[in-house]
């Protein structure tokens, strides 16, 4: 009930309906690095990340790994399945060992079908989410690679709330994801270091400045 709570997807259903999909859904756990589902593969569930992290990615002709993101405690999966069951979009990885709720896409249509009015929540919880990935697209093509970088730091470090940021990514996966070199994401940390913003151990970065990061964001 908390889990799906926490979420911006489902948090605003009522309890009862919370209680519903509560009692349909199921826990897996995954190890790290365990491939939770493949592009392509069928898509039946909507899944919610209890602890660890998973990673979003695509796969190149050539074999190469694309980072599209960082799926965090609290936040969903496959929220496309519940529009239209069609094939994933995309690849997931375990980052850590982790527990993922499932909800089968059946429970929800179910509870839609009975109870229309949810429609609207859901509905509105799925636009805020493409606005998302649309602005996340815009600034891969209007933004230079360091104000992404510091785009996707000021990201993480408001959604948890702490000045410790723990990316879960190397600097060659950071890079794939923001679509640049690793020589050029490293660069850019060690600018923002210089600057005074950050402080940079391995994947753990800490926010000193983000209010200078945000002006030089354009945040």
Known sequence: ???LRR???LGGLAEEDLVRLAQRSVSRRYRRGQVVFTEGDPSESLMIVADGRVKVLSIS???RDHVLNVIEPGETLGELSIADGG????????LDACTLLVLERRAIIDLLRERPEVAEQLLKALGAHVRRLTGHTADLVFLDLPRRVAKLLLYRYNDTGRPVIELGLNQTELAAMLGGSRQSVNQAMREFEKRGWIVAEGQTITMLDAERMRRYAGD
């Open 1 to 3: 009930m908390e889990l």
């Open 7 to 9: 979420t911006s997807l």
């Open 61 to 63: 002709d050539d074999g």
């Open 87 to 94: 094939p994933r979009s995309a690849s997931v990885e375990a």
